[in-house]
């Protein structure tokens, strides 16, 4: 049983189009991260919410907090080839180490 | 700055064989460290964390072990590899939970 449940798994769509990826859970996160790799590379931070009902913008990329804290959503406008990869929620156990605990992510292609 | 070191980049083992990965870090001290496991470009799966040396929590049961015999250094071993410990391995360091972390680039293990 997945702690984090992820979706879609897969999504391939065009340049230009706009997209959203969902996190979600049935525990309460204390504090969530979202993470994005490339083929064969270890993951790398976009965001930490914490707060429930928080939005964060990375340029392109706006990240929602649900007001419970049991769910994220990522948003990417105007996606380019360059969004291309693997994009990871993962929840922060502050209190064992900061262990992190992934989902299954979701696999994006953006084609030209 | 910090870096994070892993090696070797790749490995290609027979099934009984033995298993050693190293990972350390530079440019920071008394590091949490972290293995994690990813097969086939899904989630991460984690294995073993460290809030120090000598002390190892896992969270797997398994045909892995790891130590941690000094500070920024951490490995993963196993007396005898089986067909399903093939992935991508990757070590991860944190300042302090539930900051971000930082991957290394991985080994990517092929159990034959």
């Not at chain 1, 994005?36 to 990240?63: A, C, S, W």
């Not at chain 1, 994220?72 to 969004?83: C, E, P, R, V, W």
């Not at chain 2, 190293?22 to 799966?45: D, F, H, I, K």
């Not at chain 2, 049961?61 to 990757?90: C, T, V």
Request: charged residues 15%; proline residues 5%; glycine residues 10%.
């Amino acid at each position: 049983t997945q702690l984090l449940e992820q979706s879609p798994q897969f999504l391939s769509i065009q340049e230009g189009e706009n997209l959203t990826v969902y996190c979600n859970s049935s525990s309460v996160f204390s504090s969530l991260q979202w993470y994005r790799q490339e083929p064969g590379e270890g993951p790398v931070l976009l965001v930490t919410v914490v707060t429930g009902g928080e939005v964060k913008k990375l340029k392109r990329l706006t990240f929602q907090f649900g007001d419970a804290r049991k769910d994220s959503s990522l948003h990417i406008t105007a996606a380019q080839t360059g969004d291309t990869g693997l994009y990871l929620c993962a929840w922060n156990w502050a209190n064992q180490g900061g262990k992190l605990i992934f989902g299954q992510g979701t696999e994006l292609s953006v084609k030209p | 700055s910090q870096t994070i070191h892993q090696w070797p980049a790749t490995l290609v083992q027979p099934v009984g064989s033995p298993l050693s990965l190293e990972c350390t870090v530079e440019g920071t001290s008394n590091p949490n460290l972290y293995w994690y496991r990813q097969a086939a470009g899904r989630g991460l799966q984690l294995l073993f964390y460290s809030v120090g040396i000598g002390q190892i929590s896992s969270e797997v049961p398994q045909n892995l072990s790891a130590s941690r015999p000094q500070d920024r250094q951490f490995i993963l071993s196993s007396k005898k590899l089986l067909l399903s410990d093939s992935g991508f391995y990757l070590c991860a360091w944190a300042e302090l939970a539930p900051n971000e972390q930082f991957f290394g680039p991985g080994t990517r293990l092929t159990v034959l």
